[in-house]
């Protein structure tokens, strides 16, 4: 809920205006293409990759962020994930498939 509340606060801001505005025409996958130009604002360190799994499921591997050793850390971030992508659909499922002390492995869906 946490993390659900910062994409929420995130997406209010004037990029949350032009990212709603482009919803009809930009599919989660678009959009989570360009998450890995967004990671500097978000964590510090680290960063990530976007892997497309087909057209509503992607993989997205977070690295080099200490603050994943813990739990509630890796359930706001995933929270913070599928919020964000609840911009561009409103049925999408986020879940940890893997996660050490400074990784993060989720996979998204939307419908």
Do not use: Q
């Not at 032009?18 to 025409?25: D, F, G, I, Q, Y």
């Amino acid at each position: 809920k946490i993390g659900s509340y910062v994409s929420k606060r995130i997406m209010g801001t004037f990029l949350g205006t032009l990212m709603r505005t482009a919803s009809a025409v930009i599919a989660p996958g678009s959009a989570l293409r360009h998450y890995p130009r967004l990671w500097d604002r978000l964590l510090w360190g680290g960063g990530c990759t976007v892997s497309m799994m087909d057209g509503k499921d992607a993989r997205i591997e977070s690295r080099g962020v200490a603050m994943f050793r813990y739990r509630y850390f890796r359930i706001a971030y995933t929270g913070l994930i599928r919020g964000a992508a609840t911009v561009f659909k409103e049925s999408v499922h986020a879940r940890i498939r893997n996660a050490t002390d400074n990784s993060l492995t989720i996979d998204i869906s939307w419908f």
